[in-house]
C-alpha cells in the first residue's frame, strides 16, 4: 500500500513544478485531473486562476480520487459572510414593478455566473420597502445597477471603498 502513495506524491510535485508558467494551460488541456482543484460548495473546477462550472467534468474529477478539494473564492466569502458588493434599491417605483425587478437582477446574476461562477449573488433581503442585495463579486453588483438603469430608468450611485475592493450601488426610482 504504502509504496504508490509515495510515488503519487512524487508526480504531484513533480507535476506542481511544471505547471509554473505559461504551460499551464495546455498541459490541463491534454487532462492532467491531479493539476485540478474543485470547490466542495458549487463544485466549481479551478485549473489554475480561472473557475468554471461542469457537472459532468466535476463527476468525472471526484471519481479519480486524486483531485484537490478546496473551497473557491466566492463560497470562502459566502461561508464568512463577506462580500465585495452591496446594491440597495427603493422608491415606489420598486414596489410597483418588484417581480419584473427581481427577474432583471436573477438574469443578470445568470449571466455572470455563466462568465465565471465565483460571481454570485449572496444574500437577497427586503426590508421597510427596500430590497437589499450583496454579491460576492463588485463588477456584479455594478452590472445590476447599470441594467437596473437600464430596464428601469431611476437614478443609480456607485461608491467604491478606499481600496476599490467594495462597491456600494444604490438604485432609487
Ligand atoms: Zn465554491
Not at 466566492?74 to 410597483?96: H, M, N, W
Not at 414593478?97 to 445568470?110: M, S, V, Y
Request: with cysteine; charged share 30%.
Amino acid at each position: 500500500m504504502k509504496t504508490p502513495i509515495v510515488a503519487r506524491r512524487r508526480y504531484d510535485t513533480a507535476s506542481s513544478k511544471k505547471s509554473v508558467g505559461s504551460e499551464t494551460d495546455s498541459y490541463l488541456a491534454k487532462g492532467a485531473p491531479g493539476k485540478m482543484v474543485v470547490c466542495h460548495g458549487c463544485h466549481a473546477i479551478s485549473a489554475g486562476r480561472r473557475w468554471y462550472q461542469d457537472e459532468a467534468v466535476y463527476a468525472k474529477l471526484l471519481k479519480t480520487g486524486t483531485v484537490k478539494e478546496v473551497y473557491c473564492p466566492a463560497c470562502e466569502k459566502i461561508r464568512d459572510g463577506y462580500p465585495s458588493g452591496q446594491v440597495t434599491l427603493k422608491g415606489p417605483f420598486l414596489a410597483e414593478h418588484h417581480d419584473e425587478i427581481l427577474r432583471i437582477i436573477t438574469n443578470e446574476e445568470k449571466r455572470a455566473r455563466e462568465r465565471n461562477p465565483l460571481h454570485r449573488i449572496m444574500s437577497l433581503r427586503e426590508e421597510n420597502g427596500q430590497l437589499e442585495i450583496t454579491t460576492t463579486d463588485e463588477k456584479l453588483a455594478q452590472r445590476i445597477g447599470r441594467e437596473l438603469r437600464k430596464a428601469c430608468g431611476g437614478t443609480v450611485a456607485y461608491g467604491w471603498s478606499h481600496d476599490n475592493k467594495f462597491l456600494r450601488v444604490q438604485w432609487e426610482r
